[in-house]
């Protein structure tokens, strides 16, 4: 008997009848023996639309109460996932994520997750019964209602398989896995069956958009194996897993693509020591994320800084960048919205010479010129001009014959 975490995100339960589906493949999973923790996502655009609320009626939203109000839309999905379940003679129970024991930090709409106490979870299921979670939340060291930011639920599910210890966290979605690339760019995509931790990682962070970042950060540093999903089809998707020592990996695994960052370059900063920390010191401190940076070589004692920033960051990003231009005596701030990434990930290029070159000859190929460039051990990262991404994945999805297998 296995115990699996099954979340389902908010297309799998948008509607009445895709929860009664959802319901049966439960009470399936129990007849065939496991036992099942259930988390699921607000309903449909269920958060999109309680924000769209909350812009209406003010313009200044308390973090806290932002977050009490988002988080009732989980509340009604699990409510209402445990009457189908009824209905299904399932004996289902539904927990808010402070009543699962979901222990977070007190950062508001962001918060990160402390402990997970889990006890009325272990309860309910040594009562033969099925636990269903509301995803996205739980409650601060201060006792407040937090939610764990945008696509949070996948992070519960992975936090409460590894508290659970549960065998596998199956993350249902309406696509049938993680792809060698968006098959809306490219339509000979293949769904990838195995992926290791570290190429997932890499594939969320530079555009993969199915699963969020945290919860496979999570997921590897607590070896909770993975398993993504369709809940519209049920087939077998995509296993995201401990690298084995043995296994023979892909040179590429994937071409992905970004275009919600945008690049801003702070031209003739003086070449001093301690200039590079203040700028990025006082980004941070505005809580912006930045991603790629490049330093130019040093020409009559000063140099340009150019770096990458989501586009909803821009203005905070450059009013910073402008403030400390005029203190230190630099030049321009210029801020560029139509820029993309475009990036190879594959655990094998550790062990394979060449795969920027030929990345960079394509590229070439294609008459598409390269802003930027960036690297890790099994990834390759180039900005390029929003208007050729599209065709810069399909171009490499060809070179490095992702679709021949
Ligand atoms: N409902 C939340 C969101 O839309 C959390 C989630 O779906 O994972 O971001
Ligand atoms: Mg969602």
Known sequence: MALVVQKFGGTSVGDADRIRAVADHIARTRRHGDQVVVVVSAMGKTTDELLRLADDVSAVQPPRELDMLLTSGERVSMALMCMALADQQVDAVSFTGSQAGIITDTAHTRAKIQEVRGDRLRQ???????????GFQGVSTERDVTTLGRGGSDTTAVALAAALGADACEIYTDVTGVFSADPRVVPQARRLSRLSFE?????????????????????????VPLHVRSSFTWEPGTWVVEEEPTMENAVVTAVTHDTSEAKITVTG????????????????????????????????????????VPKVDVASSV????????????????????????????AGMRS??????????????EGINIDMISTSTIRVTCVVRADAVERAVQALHRAFELDTF
Do not use: C, W, Y
């Open 124 to 134: 309910a299921l040594a009562d033969g019964r099925v636990p269903v979670v509301a």
């Open 199 to 223: 190429e997932m990682l890499d594939i969320a962070a530079s555009g993969g958009r199915v699963l969020a970042l945290r919860s496979v950060e999570f997921a590897r540093n607590h070896h």
């Open 269 to 308: 900063v003086p070449d001093r020591p301690g200039l590079a920390a203040r700028l990025f010191r006082a980004l941070a401190e505005r809580s912006v994320n930045v991603d790629m940076i490049v330093q130019n070589v040093s020409q009559h004692g000063t140099t340009d800084i150019s770096f990458t």
């Open 319 to 346: 009013e910073v960048a402008r403030n400390l231009a005029a203190e230190i005596g630099a030049g321009e701030v210029v801020a560029d919205t139509e820029v993309a990434k475009v990036s190879l990930v594959g």
């Open 352 to 365: 394979h010479p060449g795969v920027s070159a030929t990345m960079f000859q394509t590229l070439a190929d």
